[in-house]
């Protein structure tokens, strides 16, 4: 076990130190909104801000960056990581997340959603360290762990600022199995979320993935658990969503400040990824074509257990 405390960006979020403060104390409910039942049954209130609490883990890999902006709506990019022999690149980083979410303003579920490393248009380069084509998931677990380290530094002067960030993940789509979880993130935040059947199998050795959409399965995930290292989790910044399904884009930014910490005693494992991951339909959700037509790769999971979240609003146009 590592016993030196090492911070991590997490879910698109910054890391600042070992261990934050209670997120509760921080960040305590002010507000409500009010919820339209769309896919729910009827119109309910969500306290905001959205406090979580549960398990994440997060699968990376390699992903195609071309193939990745078709996925891409508003002022953002992927981020190239570039080849060691000097060639253009076209590798990026993705990831395919699942939240076991027990606790949450809308009840209990359970969620996954891709992701893309992104950047604002304009902004500069991320001084990335290159990367070989179809790494080993040694090589590429170190390189992931340089790269959050990248993406931390370069979002710190707009996370101190209370600017959105230039730099993070890029979420086209989410599924989830909470009625309730789908219209509170399609209409707080403009969350491309679909309800889907989704199953989690969580035991000591293994992590089990099943999404399956009109009655067939469509995705599954298996992997080995503790086989790597731990690391203590406290990070910060934002999560970046589609520009299309902005709720109130006249006065909103499609991004929002979120936080996620580890409880005291507990820690986040980071590890290669050893197990299988099947896109069996690619075309019965974005998520799937999402994952098969861009290519993704998984070589690395970060799996954390007891861990606290809050998600803020969207940003005020400036």
């Given at each position: 076990m590592v016993k030196t405390h090492f911070t991590l960006a997490v879910a698109a979020m910054l890391s600042l130190s070992a261990h934050a403060a209670s997120i509760h104390d921080n960040f305590p409910v002010t507000d409500s909104v009010t919820v339209k039942g769309q896919v729910a049954d009827a119109d309910f209130k969500v306290d905001m801000p959205f406090h979580t609490t549960g398990t994440t883990t997060m699968i990376v890999g390699t992903g195609n960056a071309k193939a990745s902006t078709r996925f891409i709506s508003g002022d953002f990019e992927p981020v190239i990581v570039p080849s060691c022999d000097g060639t253009a690149s076209n590798m990026t980083y993705s990831a395919f997340y699942a939240q076991d979410v027990k606790t949450s303003p809308v009840g209990a579920y359970e969620e996954t959603l891709v992701g893309v490393l992104v950047k604002r248009k304009g902004a500069p380069e991320l001084a990335l360290n290159c990367l070989d084509a179809n790494p080993d998931n040694s090589t590429f677990l170190s390189h992931l762990l340089s790269t959050l380290g990248v993406l931390g530094g370069a979002n710190t002067e707009n996370i101190q600022a209370g600017l959105?960030?230039?730099?993070?993940?890029?979420?086209?789509?989410?599924?989830?199995?909470?009625?309730?979880?789908?219209?509170?993130?399609?209409?707080?935040?403009?969350?491309?979320?679909?309800?889907?059947?989704?199953?989690?199998?969580?035991?000591?050795?293994?992590?089990?993935?099943?999404?399956?959409?009109?009655?067939?399965?469509?995705?599954?995930?298996?992997?080995?658990?503790?086989?790597?290292?731990?690391?203590?989790l406290a990070s910060w910044g934002d999560n970046i969503l589609p520009a299309k399904m902005n709720p109130d884009p006249d006065t909103k930014m499609s991004q929002h400040l979120g936080v996620l910490s580890t409880a005291e005693g507990t820690n986040a494992w980071v590890q290669p990824f050893i197990g299988e991951f099947k896109v069996s339909k690619p075309m019965s959700t974005q998520s799937a074509r999402f994952l098969r037509f861009t290519d993704f790769t998984p070589k690395a999971v970060v799996e954390f257990t007891e861990v606290e979240g809050v998600a803020l609003p969207l940003y005020d146009v400036k």
């Open positions: 959105p960030n230039d730099y993070g993940f890029y979420f086209p789509h989410l599924l989830l199995d909470n009625p309730k979880a789908v219209d509170a993130g399609v209409q707080i935040w403009g969350y491309p979320k679909q309800l889907a059947d989704v199953d989690f199998t969580i035991t000591d050795e293994t992590f089990k993935i099943s999404i399956s959409k009109y009655k067939t399965e469509a995705i599954s995930v298996s992997y080995q658990r503790g086989v790597g290292f731990q690391m203590p």
